[in-house]
């Protein structure tokens, strides 16, 4: 058996009739200990490959650190099984939180106390093996095994079938939070099944906060359509534009039209910003209608093209009630977990069939959801036990 302290094994005398043999409980008990690994030792693993820059990497951390020693397939099973286990734990909500949306108290401008839940998406790009990778890796390891001399390759098992590869060298994985006004409380959750598993995973991430039981519930969104479209089937008050998000736009469409660098166009920048900021969407249209009026050509259909985005927008720009209720503007949780939880998936020569991929972010995931890590480590012990 594996375990923290090393390796330990365990010997028993057996004795048995030899015509019909011998069966004990204490022998299967013995077998089967002998092929597990600690639960001390899967979470070691754990935290070694996902702060390692590879698994070979954190394999070597692994047996500097704690004298473990692990092959490093053994090592990649290890680590991706267990974030495997954590997204179908979360799917089947058998993670309990030990916090809900009513303790997510916060106090208001004026001297009140309220309740309050912040919801976001987004989607990210990951590096994936592509089926052709797949087949030149099987040729470079089937050319090896030829290469063997002929008493080492009989001693070798035979290979599994070659896993279906992904047909695009990224695909997209979604991640969600739930989180509130202090980040003192935090969900993350993670999805590779496209639009409807975001759907799912949203839905399913509420009922497990209890987001209705939230007097203020908000959504926040980098504007992309189906992101918004998931965020209206729960219950929210509003679903606000991401303010930074919305600025970009509108800065790229002031450097195409007036310069990125000339002086009218820093000071209409700053201007229409300020009027977006504090002054509410009809001064700002209005004022993005005015600075329209006079473009031509390509800077004319700039121009359509941000105020075609800002108008599809209307109902999420309300950004001046937003000091007064204490709101936040930007979504600044969801594009750190997007950081976070990408940092070992992204990297020079690093690829990913999707559900490791995902298993990976889901479990920086559970790190960052607040109480998730101990919990689930928790009952890992209680079910070997």
Request: with cysteine.
């Amino acid at each position: 058996m594996l375990c923290v302290n090393g390796r330990i094994e365990l010997t028993r005398m057996r004795f048995g009739d030899t015509v019909q043999g011998s069966e004990y409980t204490c022998d299967r008990l013995v077998d089967e200990t002998e092929a597990a690994v600690s639960v001390g030792t899967r979470q070691l693993c754990v935290r070694e490959g996902t702060n390692a820059r590879s698994f070979d990497r954190g394999r070597e951390n692994l047996r500097h650190a704690a004298q473990i020693v692990v092959g490093e397939e053994k090592f990649r099973e290890l680590v991706e099984g267990d974030g495997k286990n954590v997204l179908r734990l979360s799917v089947d909500e058998q993670l309990e939180l030990d916090w809900s949306a009513s303790q997510c108290k916060t106090q208001t401008p004026d001297g009140g106390e309220t309740t309050r839940v912040y919801v976001s998406a987004d989607g990210v790009l990951v590096p994936t093996t592509t089926q052709s990778e797949k087949n030149k890796r099987r040729a470079t390891v089937l050319k090896k095994r030829k290469d063997l001399p002929g008493e080492k390759r009989k001693k070798l098992k035979p290979l599994g079938r070659v896993k279906k590869g992904s047909d695009q060298r990224y695909k997209q994985i979604y991640l969600t939070i739930f989180y509130d006004q202090d980040q003192k409380h935090r969900l993350v959750g993670v999805t590779c099944k496209k639009v409807k598993g975001l759907k799912r995973l949203l839905k399913t991430d509420a009922a497990r906060v209890h987001l209705r039981a939230a007097q203020e519930r908000l959504g926040m969104v980098d504007g992309a359509v189906c992101l918004r479209n998931n965020l209206d089937t729960l219950s929210l008050n509003e679903v606000l534009l991401d303010f930074y998000h919305g600025s970009e736009h509108v800065g790229e469409a002031a450097a195409k039209t007036l310069g990125a660098e000339t002086q009218a166009g820093k000071q209409w920048l700053a201007k229409v910003l300020h009027t977006l900021r504090h002054e509410g969407y009809e001064p700002f249209f209005q004022q993005l209608l005015d600075w329209r009026a006079p473009l031509r050509g390509a800077k004319r259909k700039t121009a359509d093209e941000l105020i075609s985005y800002i108008a599809s927008r209307k109902e999420m720009i309300i950004y001046e009630q937003c000091d007064p209720r204490g709101w936040d503007v930007g979504s600044g949780p969801m594009e750190s977990m997007c950081g976070v939880t990408t940092d070992r998936i992204k990297g020079r020569g690093r690829r990913w069939d999707l559900e490791n991929a995902e298993a990976m972010m889901g479990l920086e995931g559970l790190y960052q959801s607040t109480g998730l890590w101990d919990r689930y480590w928790q009952m890992q012990l209680i079910h070997q036990n």
